[in-house]
């Protein structure tokens, strides 16, 4: 018997034994309140304004008159002393009888992959007030005044990360510490970026599916319960490795805990969020509108339309859309329940599966013979074809759980808690799963829509582009700043999707103006320096975008350009990676006169704040 036929042989052996045990990730049926599944409409009636959940807007509140004040005085601080000196002296208004407005600001990163993820980490630090080199240029302190975060794909690999280790700074994030507590099940091993996301094991097939069984048995007892087991199920174990507490390099490869027990809604009880310390992180994903053949979709309708799709928000509060076509919400903690019944379920809400549902990206490839962002193949014995990894897994899960009827295995498969809800509208209302996927398959891969939505009341978003598109320039050393875009950069795609799709509900989203057409943004090289979008709306709603790309450093090679293809790294190589995309972070539009970025910076920061109050704008 072949290697590969004797494990798939093996495989089928122990799944009834893998799915009667409850292993590490086992969500389980819990006594759904008296009055069923609580589900929270984002209007309270026909015609009115939308509201926010009671425990998120506390939130707000509560970080904005606890925390925030003294967060914007050492900001505005860290401004006056790059600019004059660095012993300057700074007035409080925490004392004040009637303390400034300040704006209420959001950070919007894009997806992509480990490109976003490390493009996201070097703004980080760059905006860390915690970095004393921030700090001396000005910059330090901006990530300390948001209110909000959004998270879409890659860039919730690390925000997602972050937040459940405790906001530690970007090196104690992404490297590990020097010796881990190995018998601690919630140490934080750090990135492991040595171990590739996909392969860890590289291209030896035996102690591949070795490996692929043991992510296999960590997923397989949601089988018992009910529940449907999906490719995102096998990519939530292998993002836990690295994202998620629980993972050091001596326990990798082991049948382990691997972010076991830790919840999107159990983030709520975290030392930073009880000390409204943290930003509120919303992460997105896509929803799938239903299709005439639920177990094959074919490699040209992996995109998701932007109408029809009702992107769902995941928050540690709830998960729902505030887009009309649905506008309902239900308790985090409850996600994986179902409408219309007494049977609900606790911790559906894993939060290395919220990390994965926001990144499945499955479903673009399905009917290939390999991925695109997967460069390895391997030979199937018995059915003659070559298998990418994925396609090995998708083999190897069909074989190990048996057929699922009715359940595509390329998106995340969560049960409807929204059946019967809004039959005019909501494209899934007659479904007993939503399958849910990247929340930039739909092209906008900037998690703006949150962010926008009015209720919540945003004046500043900081957005983040690292996205991909692929147009070939050669020689990047002789670059020069042209009007076209070159690999992995971006050209201003997700931010003219978003305007497009908040235009479809404006009293729901606020979107300032933004070039029509990827033509004009690049021919206006937007996609080369930051821009600020919406200074001068007549609308003071509207927020102001302050628009960071991912972008060539004139005189270097680029390196935050990073291929959807690469998932693993040696140290130093991602070390160079944040250093540049630190100094994408603290770099403005060349030729400014008379301004620093920092000060650029700062006049968007408190423009809506000063309007708000009537005072001069510092635009004028």
């Known amino acids: 018997m072949r290697g590969f036929e004797f494990w798939l042989v093996l495989l089928s052996w122990t799944a009834v034994a893998m799915a009667q045990a409850l292993g590490p990730i086992s969500p389980l049926p819990t006594q759904c309140p008296p009055s069923g599944l609580p589900i929270r409409p984002a209007s309270p009636g026909p015609g009115k304004k939308q509201t926010l959940a009671q425990q998120e807007a506390s939130y707000i509140t509560n970080r904005e008159r606890s925390v925030l004040p003294s967060m914007w005085d050492q900001y505005l601080c860290n401004v006056k002393r790059s600019t004059t000196s660095p012993t300057s002296t700074c007035q409080s208004t925490l004392d004040s009888e009637s303390p400034p407005l300040r704006s209420r600001v959001g950070f919007a990163p894009s997806g992509g992959a480990f490109r976003s993820a490390a493009l996201t980490a070097g703004v980080i630090s760059a905006f860390d007030g915690r970095n004393s080199t921030s700090v001396k240029i000005g910059t330090g302190g901006i ?45 934080f091993g750090g990135w492991l970026l040595q171990f590739d996301l996909i392969q860890p094991l590289g291209n030896n097939i035996n102690l591949t599916i070795e490996f692929f069984e043991i992510v296999l048995e960590e997923v397989a007892s949601k089988i018992k319960v009910g529940l449907p087991v999906t490719m995102t199920d096998i990519f939530q174990q292998l993002l836990s490795r690295h994202f998620v507490n629980g993972t050091t390099a001596d326990n990798f490869f ?92 606790a911790g559906f809400d894993q939060l290395a599966y919220v990390i994965a549902t926001s990144s499945s990206v499955f479903t673009v490839n399905n009917g290939a013979t390999s991925f695109t962002f997967l460069s390895s193949t391997y030979y199937n014995v018995v059915s003659g074809i070559l298998l990418s990894p994925v396609d090995l897994l998708a083999e190897l899960l069909d074989t190990a759980l048996g057929p699922q009827t009715g359940i595509r295995l390329d998106a995340a498969a969560v049960p409807n808690p929204f059946k019967g809800i809004n039959p005019a509208t909501y494209s899934n209302t007659n479904e007993d799963i939503v399958y849910l996927v990247d929340g930039g398959l739909d092209g906008r891969n900037i998690a703006y829509e949150p962010l926008t939505v009015r209720a919540r009341g945003l004046d500043v978003i900081i957005s983040v582009d690292a996205a991909s598109y692929w147009e070939k320039l050669g020689d990047y050393r002789k670059l020069t700043f042209s009007a076209n875009t070159i690999d992995n950069f971006p050209n201003g795609t997700s931010v003219i999707n978003a305007a497009t799709g908040a235009k479809q509900f404006p009293d729901v989203y606020a979107f300032p103006t933004v070039p029509s057409t990827t033509e004009i943004f690049v021919a206006d090289k937007l996609n080369l320096f930051p821009t600020f979008f919406g200074c001068f709306e007549g609308d003071k709603s509207v927020p102001i975008i302050v628009y960071i790309p991912n ?12 291929s959807d293809q690469q998932n693993h790294f040696a140290m130093d190589e991602f070390q160079a990676i944040l250093d540049q995309a630190f100094e994408i972070a603290i770099t403005g539009r060349p030729g400014t006169s008379g301004t620093t970025w920092p000060e650029c910076l700062e006049c968007a920061l408190v423009d809506r704040g000063n309007a708000k109050l009537d005072q001069t704008k510092l635009w004028d």
């Open 143 to 187: 990530f300390q005044l948001f209110s909000y975060a959004s998270s879409t794909s890659g860039s919730s690999w690390i925000m997602e990360s972050f937040l459940q280790a405790g906001e530690p700074t970007i090196p104690n994030l992404i490297f590990p510490p020097p010796n881990p507590n190995v018998n601690n099940t919630n140490t």
């Open 254 to 345: 082991q049948l382990s805990t691997h972010g076991e027990g830790i919840t999107l809604s159990g983030l709520l009880s975290s030392p930073q969020m009880e000390t409204f310390t943290s930003p509120f992180l919303i992460a997105v994903a896509d929803s799938i509108p239903p299709t005439s053949n639920p177990n094959h979709v074919q490699a040209s309708q992996g995109s998701v339309p932007i109408t029809g799709n009702e992107a769902w928000e995941l928050s540690p509060v709830e998960v729902g859309s505030f887009n009309p076509q649905l506008g309902e919400f239900i308790p985090t903690h409850l996600l994986g329940s179902t409408a219309g019944t007494n049977h609900c379920i």
């Open 551 to 562: 972008h060539p450093i004139e005189g270097q090679v680029p390196l935050t350009n990073i």
